[in-house]
Every structure is written in C-alpha cells, then in structure tokens.
C-alpha cells in the first residue's frame, strides 16, 4: 500500500513515529530519492518534515495503519 503525508511538525513526526513503532511489519517513507525508516524520529524529522512524503508498506494489516494516521494523509 502507498500514499501520501505531510508532518508539519516535530510534534506531528513524533506522534506518526510512535504510530509506526506499534505494528510489527516494515513501513517506509520516501522523500525525492531518499528512503527512509517511518520508525525512525531521528530521519523523519530530518527529510520529510514539511514535505510531502509517501508512506509504503507492504502488509495485509496496512488499511489498519493507514487508519491510524489519516490525519496526515494528503492527496
């Protein structure tokens, strides 16, 4: 599954991070060329931070996970 996010805050990342953190399959986010960990605050906040960045994920529990961070989702 992929779409679209914006974080338009360290607040926003770390709340989408800890969202990330609690399903047990990978979930990655890419930026221009850059891929990086959605697990990771650290990178998140460095390379999507107000940007619009696609979230991908790979899991038969992904609709759930979208669901949970719907609020940063962006056509």
């Given at each position: 599954?992929?779409?679209?996010?914006?974080?338009?805050?360290?607040?926003?990342?770390?709340e989408f991070v800890k969202i990330a953190s609690g399903f047990d399959y990978d979930i990655d986010l890419k930026t221009g060329?850059?891929?990086?960990?959605a697990k990771s605050l650290l990178g998140v906040i460095s390379c999507a931070l107000n940007k619009k960045a696609m979230v991908i994920c790979q899991s038969k529990d992904a609709?759930?996970?979208r669901n949970s961070v719907q609020k940063?989702?962006?056509?």
């Open positions: 599954m992929k779409f679209m996010i914006r974080l338009h805050s360290p607040k926003d990342a770390e060329a850059a891929y990086l960990d609709d759930k996970f940063f989702a962006v056509a």
